[in-house]
């Protein structure tokens, strides 16, 4: 089973950039039929989509975090990033990797959904 | 941007309960609906995608239904392991496979 975990700070001073990384634990990371992507949870909040990256490198963003955020992919480390840049006490969450699969059924647009989660990561912003 | 409302955004229901999550979405979206379930303190998982497939390992008594604008979440029959909060999400807007419904918090009566 693909495993996912997450890693990086869990304090962050405003108006820094927060830097997670994710390990994913198969070669499924250069694999088409995948895409991988970020969400977070304020605490006591609901989920919210932070983007996605597919292995080729082309990547897609929630367009209220878009001028913020980069996602980038390490297929020889097999490893996605999360970059958040002049983060503010809202960007407090546990923030989640998930792997995304995509489903084919004969429309022009695959199903798409997350998969597999990792166990998230608190990112606490705070000076 | 497409908005995803869930209703109700809590529930109280017994054992044995047949329960419905409703989500409805302010444009078409087809079947590009996906629910999943998040127990406190735990990452989420995925119940149904593609509006009523579902997800391997996942108990038969969750059913999803509908298409367009109008979804939902069905349980038959509430066991104790249930309790959780439900999401709906939308993945049919291109770039943005975006909104998570606000959630539904199902607790024990």
């Known amino acids: 089973q693909l495993l996912l975990q997450e890693s990086g700070p869990g304090l962050v001073r405003p108006s820094e950039t927060l830097s997670l990384t994710c390990n994913v634990s198969?070669?499924?990371?250069?694999?088409?039929?995948?895409?991988w992507g970020w969400i977070r949870q304020p605490p006591g909040k609901g989920l919210e989509y932070i983007g996605r990256i597919y292995y080729t490198g082309r990547a897609y963003y929630n367009p209220s975090l878009k001028s913020r955020v980069v996602l980038s992919l390490d297929t020889a480390q097999k490893q996605i990033s999360l970059k958040v840049t002049s983060v503010t006490a809202a960007d407090t969450a546990v923030y989640y990797c998930?792997?995304?699969?995509?489903?084919?059924?004969?429309?022009?647009?695959?199903?798409?959904?997350?998969?597999?989660w990792g166990q998230g990561t608190l990112v606490t912003v705070s000076s | 941007d497409i908005q995803m409302t869930q209703s109700p955004s809590s529930l109280s229901a017994s054992v044995g309960d047949r329960v419905t999550v409703t989500c409805r979405a302010s444009q078409n979206i087809s079947t590009y609906l996906n629910w999943y379930q998040q127990k406190s303190g735990k990452a989420p998982k995925v119940l149904i995608f593609?509006?009523?497939n579902l997800q391997s390992g996942v108990p038969s008594r969750f059913s999803g239904s509908g298409s367009g604008t109008e979804f939902s979440l069905t349980i038959s029959s509430l066991q104790p392991e249930d309790f959780a909060t439900y999401y709906c999400?939308?993945?049919?807007?291109?770039?943005?496979?975006?909104?998570f419904g606000q959630g539904t918090k199902l607790e024990i009566k």
């Open positions: 998930a792997s995304g699969l995509l489903v084919w059924f004969g429309e022009s647009i695959p199903w798409r959904f997350f998969e597999q």
């Open positions: 198969e070669d499924s990371i250069t694999d088409s039929g995948y895409f």
């Open positions: 999400q939308q993945s049919y807007s291109i770039p943005v496979m975006n909104s």
């Open positions: 593609g509006a009523s």
